[in-house]
């Protein structure tokens, strides 16, 4: 298959470019915003305002990944892998993918990505696991090249093949249907970051499911977020077998969370914790049902109090653990939700003092036919206003 890298582009130094219009207000001492006219830190100096994905033959860009310490980035084309380095540089891709891979996140403790991976027909959920090390030039292969494992989560499965109106027949992966716990359609955003409710602490894996759009049913309207400790996961590890998928992996999850934003479509497309703000960022398609506020951007605040209470939409009096959006942003009135204006929704990833890169995707013609192309912009989180960020200019 024909690969064609596009052109680099925005690779000056961040000293040179940066400039960030001023907020209207500064926040407040206990708030988890920047001040309003921080000084740019000289920690993020080396980055650029502007990082090149390339353009590919593939789906479009579904997630972003960082590895600020040796200083490449990861894309993930859906069904391929891209690694460049901070100017957009190509260093290798990892192609061959026949599921959806999806968001991505960079595990500082073991070097290695880790990233969502659904195989929908075949039932199978995993997260994959990159060797990252060994991604050294274009072309190599998801099965063969001993990069990739995978891990499989039991618990995807059974709420995704939940025959939810008890006919005996699971209807598959269609929306249009009772089945599907919580209007589960597998998994997509994931990040590391410590357990809810708590200031600091051991990283966890945190996997955000899909839901299904469907206006029709009440029981689609929390995003679910599983918690894993991957810390032992070697031992589930498997290498990607696509044609016969295999069933290793942890027999539950540590903690399911429950946030209730109203149903969007597909769930939780990107999900990333910032340590510097303790704040979680869950970027999602919009959703439709009229008695919401359908925001494409919802925050929660890591350090808030979770609390086991009755599970909205949920018929049964069914009880988990619901975590609250952080009160600023946009309200809704009628819900008390909470959101943000902010196209997140393919890849946004912290590189710290509260600077983000934001995946912006478009379509490349500019070799004669559709290619999937990427821009990964930096941004800087104000939380004030319609967006909550700011564009880094030159």
């Known amino acids: 298959m024909k690969r064609r890298f596009a052109p680099v582009t925005g690779a000056v130094a961040l000293a040179a470019v940066l400039s960030v219009a001023a907020p209207a207000g500064a926040a407040t001492a206990d708030s988890p915003l920047p001040p309003g006219h921080a000084e740019t830190p000289k920690a993020i100096d080396n980055y650029p305002a502007t990082i090149a994905s390339g353009s590919w033959d593939a789906g479009h860009i579904q997630g972003i990944a960082i590895d600020e310490k040796n200083g490449f980035v990861y894309h993930s084309f859906t069904d391929m892998l891209v690694k460049t380095d901070l100017h957009g540089n190509v260093v290798g891709t990892v192609e061959g993918f026949t599921g959806h891979l999806g968001d991505l996140d960079f595990n500082s403790k073991d070097g290695r990505v880790y990233g969502s991976l659904e195989y929908k027909a075949e039932e199978a ?40 109106d008890g006919d005996g027949t ?55 977020i599983l918690q894993y400790d991957v810390s032992g996961w070697r031992e589930y590890e498997r290498p990607l077998t696509q044609a016969d998928p295999h069933t290793s992996g942890p027999a539950e999850e540590d903690a399911k969370y429950l946030v209730h934003t109203g149903n969007t479509h597909y769930g939780v497309q990107n999900l990333s914790y910032d340590a510097d703000s303790r704040l979680w960022y869950l970027g999602v398609y919009r959703g439709s049902k009229p008695e919401y506020p359908n925001r494409t951007m919802y925050v929660v605040d890591g350090t808030a109090a979770v609390t086991e209470q009755p599970i909205q939409g949920q018929s049964d009096g069914e009880t988990g653990l619901v975590l609250p959006l952080l009160q600023q942003g946009l309200p809704h009135e009628p819900t008390g939700i909470h959101g943000w204006e902010f196209k997140s929704d393919v890849g946004i990833e912290p590189i710290g003092h509260g600077y983000f890169y934001v995946a912006r995707d478009f379509d490349d013609l500019s070799s004669g036919h559709k290619q999937e192309a990427a821009t990964l912009e930096l941004y800087r989180w104000t939380g004030e206003g319609a967006s909550g960020f700011q564009k880094v200019t030159g």
């Open 125 to 164: 959920f995993y997260i994959a696991v990159f060797d990252v090390d060994k991604i050294t030039e274009v072309g190599m292969d998801a099965e063969d090249s001993g990069i990739v494992t995978a891990v499989y989560l039991e618990e995807v499965v059974e709420d995704y093949t939940a025959d939810m």
């Open 170 to 224: 699971f209807d598959g992966n269609t929306g249009d249907t009772a089945d599907h716990r919580y209007g589960s359609s597998g998994i997509d955003g994931v990040s590391f970051g410590p357990a809810f409710g708590t200031k600091n602490g051991k990283q966890q894996l945190m996997v955000a499911y899909g839901v299904y759009r469907n206006n029709d049913r009440a029981d689609n309207d929390n995003q679910v």
